[in-house]
């Protein structure tokens, strides 16, 4: 795969510093660009940002000079195709816009656009098809002088929505969903850079992360839905969420209460798990290089997942299930646990990027043979 120049709009911020680390020595991407707000942009990015990974900050990138976060912003030629964004939703909800207008691939860790009906919510392992609906977004079908399609707005979901559609999707396949409850519990990560003061998280659960259980509730149902020809038909199966959050740095645990429509033993479910991996064959010779051998893993023991030591399986990308056990409410209840800041944010972009390259949606050409092929 040829390695493509990117962008990361939000540098600076906790999700674009995991972009950062992620993309670095990418086999497919190139980080060539950078930008942040106003405040930031002209400097350089080891000047404006507190670097707070665990991997240190590449020096490559320490030299970069951020650019302002607008396209018009970046000289003539300069402005990558590819644009990671990392934004607050009502920032996002201004720029994502400009860039897809300037014909970027805009590939949105934000909640803003996730809900549009023409815009793609993807997990590719569960809901590759719904790529589709790129094709009829206005800055799509602008085409440049050269022929070359233009650009897109790409999402994906919120944290906690993408490791429970993981462990979802294969239920829903062999035995349809009727109605869920999920309790989660989430890590101070996910509120970002302060991020929750100190003084209310040690010690304490804090009940109410705004518009989190909004989220849950009506993502999971475009996720899980059917694509028809400009839009998706919402999977109708009732999700009631309470969300907290708790004094944990990473990982999102979530409590699931699960009704089926057909009845479904241990071991089906077992299996169901074990055996979905829906992106193996996608393209023959060519695996995506962010993408999990195994999405969903099942932990036997009584007292995982942890977020202390599960929470890396398969590099931060897989989802961990375990307590599989009967629910006196409804059918069956388990307990999972996903990376919040890598599946959830920016592993999960750069994946969706990985299956737009393969599917030829990151070429500006149309490539409708192979994109067909891989989405059959």
Not at 57 to 86: K, S, Y
Not at 143 to 163: E, K
Not at 270 to 289: D, R
Not at 332 to 339: C, G, I, Q, R, T
Request: net charge negative; charged share 20%.
């Amino acid at each position: 795969m040829e390695r493509r120049k990117v962008g990361i709009l939000g540098a600076t911020g906790m999700v674009g510093q995991r972009f950062i680390q992620l993309l670095n020595n990418h086999p497919w991407f190139e980080i060539v660009w950078v930008a942040a707000s106003d405040r930031s942009a002209g400097k350089r990015y080891d000047e404006a940002c507190k670097w707070k990974l665990d991997t240190p900050l590449p020096p490559r990138i320490a030299a970069m000079t951020l650019m302002p976060n607008i396209p018009e912003g970046t000289p003539h030629g300069q402005l990558p195709r590819i644009i990671f964004a990392a934004l607050d939703a009502a920032v996002a909800h201004e720029l994502e816009p400009k860039f897809a207008a300037a014909g970027c691939a805009v590939i949105s860790n934000s909640s803003a656009f996730r809900m549009t009906s023409d815009v793609p919510l993807v997990v590719p392992e569960v809901n590759a098809d719904h790529l589709a609906l790129i094709e009829g977004q206005v800055w799509r079908k602008d085409r440049a002088d050269d022929g070359a399609l233009g650009g897109y707005i790409v999402t994906n979901p919120n944290c906690c929505a993408i490791g429970l559609v993981l462990a979802l999707a294969p239920l829903q396949q062999r035995f349809g969903i009727e109605k869920l409850f999920v309790s989660t519990m989430q890590a101070v990560s996910g509120a970002g850079y302060p991020g929750v003061a100190s003084l209310d998280i040690l010690g304490n659960v804090i009940p109410f992360i705004k518009n989190e259980e909004e989220k849950l509730q009506e993502e999971i149902g475009k996720l899980l839905g059917t694509i028809a020809v400009d839009h998706i038909e919402m999977l109708h199966a009732p999700l009631s969420a309470h969300c907290n959050r708790v004094a944990v740095i990473d990982g999102h645990m979530e409590c699931v209460s699960i009704k089926f429509k057909t009845p479904a033993t241990y071991e089906e479910i077992l299996a169901a798990w074990a055996e979905f991996q829906p992106l193996k064959g996608i393209h023959e010779g060519h695996p995506l290089p962010s993408a999990p051998e195994q999405p969903v893993e099942f932990d036997e023991s009584i007292d995982r997942p942890q977020p202390r030591l599960d929470l890396m399986r398969g590099n931060g990308m897989t989802t961990t299930v375990g307590r599989l056990r009967p629910c006196n409410l409804f059918d069956w209840k388990f307990v999972l646990l996903s990376h919040n800041t890598v599946r959830g944010a920016a592993g999960a972009a750069i994946l969706n990027a990985e299956i737009l390259a393969m599917l030829g949606k990151l070429d500006w050409k149309p490539v409708p043979a192979l994109a067909k092929a891989a989405l059959v």
